[in-house]
């Protein structure tokens, strides 16, 4: 998918070079700027197929919640068929196409995201084991068509928006983990449509299927795996999650606003790109919600920027940064509605909600069992 999506060289060495002197410049600035230190891993330059192997990883722990749902479902569709039929001949093609169905889901989405990022955790989410700098040039130079900007400031800009964000994620070690369990949380209670499934499983085999033919049918009930409802419990992850999101990338536009000001003139203009991509949405939004169900859009980023500028004009740049020291520290969606509250006096604790408590309950029985 990501092939048949334009021409992905490998990077250069000279690229790679470019990149990693953008990237030791961006650090040079951000040292100034921010209390989280640099990462000890080396920029580098990937190409579209370098992203998804990289990250591919993540991505299966996400989609393991899914996978197991589907497996559920799909034994429950053949009971029933076996028991209707007495022939348990179909089974192993039904298998088949329910695997091609999200395989299809999973290459299509990750294909298409991997065409459009620029960088390794340009979605706002952690997606290497290890915290890394990587920018990919070929859609770095995407990006920068029809910007009447200097392919040099553009990179530069980017530089120091991932060599950000990778250095939080490094520095904050709850940060990342509570991205990946909200995410997981949100997936274990997507429903898979069973009637849906059964219905297009139907419909399109038959015994003389080819395993062409199984790989096609997937292709083309990819997409149709989810029930559209929504749990309370889903709305409760989704509402921390986008807040947590939020919170990230306006840190970083935040941050970067500071750092880049007094040194690129193009500073403003390239953030309002950033934003209206943003504010498009694309595949970052696609791919969530084929991988795992959820339509996630951070809709408060310019909210949460505020109110780290105001942190940072009130308390200084140390108190905007020590506030990811731990979560019951960070702001929540509360203080987003008053920034500048936060801004004077930091966080005031609230009472624990219905999710807390089944985490509390949870972390009880875990440490009794121990």
């Given at each position: 998918m990501a092939a048949s999506l334009g021409t992905d060289a490998t990077p250069t060495a000279a690229q790679v070079t470019q990149i990693r002197d953008a990237v030791g410049l961006a650090d040079l600035w951000l040292d100034q700027t921010i209390a989280f230190p640099r990462i000890s891993a080396p920029a580098t330059a990937w190409s579209r197929a370098d992203w998804v192997e990289q990250t591919f990883s993540t991505w299966q722990t996400l989609a393991r919640p899914i996978v197991t749902s589907l497996a559920a479902s799909m034994r429950d569709l053949m009971s029933r068929e076996a028991a209707a039929s007495g022939d348990n001949l179909m089974q192993p093609m039904v298998r088949a196409a329910a695997s091609g169905m999200f395989a299809a889901q999973v290459g299509q989405s990750l294909g298409r995201l991997a065409a459009e990022v620029v960088s390794v955790t340009d979605i706002g989410l952690?997606?290497?084991?290890?915290?890394?700098?990587?920018?990919?040039?070929?859609n770095i130079a995407d990006f920068?068509?029809?910007?009447?900007?200097?392919?040099?400031?553009?990179?530069?800009?980017?530089?120091l928006r991932e060599a950000a964000r990778q250095r939080l994620f490094a520095s904050v070690g709850w940060l990342g983990p509570q991205l990946h369990a909200l995410v997981e949380h949100y997936a274990r209670e997507i429903t898979i449509d069973q009637a849906a499934l059964e219905e297009a499983i139907?419909?399109?085999?038959?015994s003389a299927m080819t395993p062409q033919d199984i790989q096609e049918a997937g292709l083309t009930l990819a997409g149709k795996l989810f029930e559209p409802s929504v749990s309370d419990e889903q709305r409760q992850v989704l509402a921390r999650l986008e807040t947590l999101l939020a919170l990230v990338e306006g840190w970083?536009?935040?941050?970067?606003?500071?750092?880049?000001?007094?040194?690129?003139?193009?500073?403003?203009?390239?953030?309002e790109v950033v934003r209206r991509r943003r504010a498009a949405g694309g595949p970052a939004e696609q791919a969530l919600k084929a991988l795992v169900g959820l339509e996630l859009r951070p809709r408060r980023t310019r909210d949460a920027a505020n109110l780290w500028a105001a942190t940072r004009v009130a308390r200084g740049a140390q108190a905007r940064d020590d506030a990811w020291d731990h979560p019951d520290l960070a702001p929540?969606?509360?203080?987003?509605?008053?920034?500048?509250?936060y801004a004077e006096g930091g966080h005031e604790s609230t009472e624990p909600d219905d999710l807390d408590a089944q985490l509390a309950k949870l972390l009880d029985e875990e440490s009794g069992q121990g």
């Open positions: 952690p997606l290497t084991a290890r915290p890394q700098v990587a920018l990919l040039p070929t920068s068509e029809g910007l009447d900007l200097s392919p040099g400031d553009v990179l530069i800009f980017l530089a139907e419909g399109q085999l038959s970083v536009d935040e941050v970067v606003s500071v750092t880049i000001t007094q040194w690129v003139p193009a500073a403003a203009a390239l953030t929540t969606a509360a203080d987003l509605d008053d920034p500048l509250g």
